[in-house]
């Protein structure tokens, strides 16, 4: 086999292994729009760079048939190619969205490292004391009825502490905060400039949701690297679609 069907060879391994890892992103930890939104894109071309740039690229360059110690050589390379891709997926892994956590006047997309292992058990909701594998999970934050319980949130924020949406104890289902929801939607005409400028036609949406305007409005999506926004529906407050539009211009 010459040197260049041995990389070439490599090369088509390295394509299938990325495929899977780009499927597994897609539509299990990054279902769009998060992929961007997340980082995603950037995990992925780092994986990309070194999975398929490097490995057949060394492959070309150390590869002779009949070489001795040949074995040794390609056998160090898939070592390295394979740890490598594990750290990367692992590293995805952590950055996957779990939750979309709706909060007082907006929602806020939590990755799996944002969340301690050791908050999850005090989680009062069985379904929340374990991340869920695939998401993000739309749930919500309520912050608690106690005043000094709630100053200590406060203080440990502005301290430097997580934030109410990355504590588990506090943990809601999503329908139990839908009316607090619909008390802080924007209305839709304070997007549509910015929509346009992203070349996404608001109107366009309300036309398909078979929703009147004003029965829709807006939260912003804190994100990791771009901000999303979630247009919902004001009589059920569930989501109607996410844009990929900043929602603070």
Not at 147 to 171: C, R, T
Not at 203 to 224: C, F, H, R
Request: glycine fraction near 4%; hydrophobic fraction near 45%.
């Amino acid at each position: 086999m010459s040197r260049w069907r041995a990389s070439f060879t490599h090369l088509l391994i390295c394509v299938v292994v990325a495929l899977t890892v780009l499927s597994i992103m897609l539509f299990a930890w990054f279902p769009p729009p998060y992929f961007s939104a997340q980082g995603g894109k950037d995990l992925f071309y780092l994986i990309i760079s070194i999975d398929i740039v490097l490995g057949p690229l060394i492959t070309l360059i150390i590869y002779k048939h009949g070489k001795k110690g040949l074995k040794f050589d390609l056998a160090v390379i898939a070592l390295l190619q394979l740890s490598a891709l594990a750290y990367g997926i692992y590293s995805i892994s952590k950055a996957r969205p779990v939750y979309m956590v709706y909060s007082v006047d907006r929602f806020e997309l939590i990755n799996a490292r944002d969340i301690d292992p050791a908050h999850l058990k005090q989680a009062k909701f069985e379904e929340f004391k374990s991340l869920p594998v695939t998401g993000p999970q739309l749930i919500a934050a309520q912050l608690p009825d106690d005043v000094q319980e709630s100053n200590q949130i406060i203080f440990s924020i502005m301290e430097g502490g997580p934030d109410i949406s990355a504590l588990p104890k506090y943990y809601v289902p999503y329908n139990s905060q839908k009316q607090n929801l619909i008390k802080h939607l924007k209305p839709l005409s304070r997007i549509k400039a910015s929509a346009r400028q992203a070349n996404i036609d608001v109107n366009e949406i309300i036309k398909l949701a078979g929703i009147k305007e004003d029965k829709l409005g807006y939260l912003p999506i804190d994100t990791a690297k771009e901000d999303l926004t979630a247009i919902v529906s004001r009589d059920s407050g569930e989501i109607v679609e996410i844009i990929a539009v900043d929602p603070w211009v």
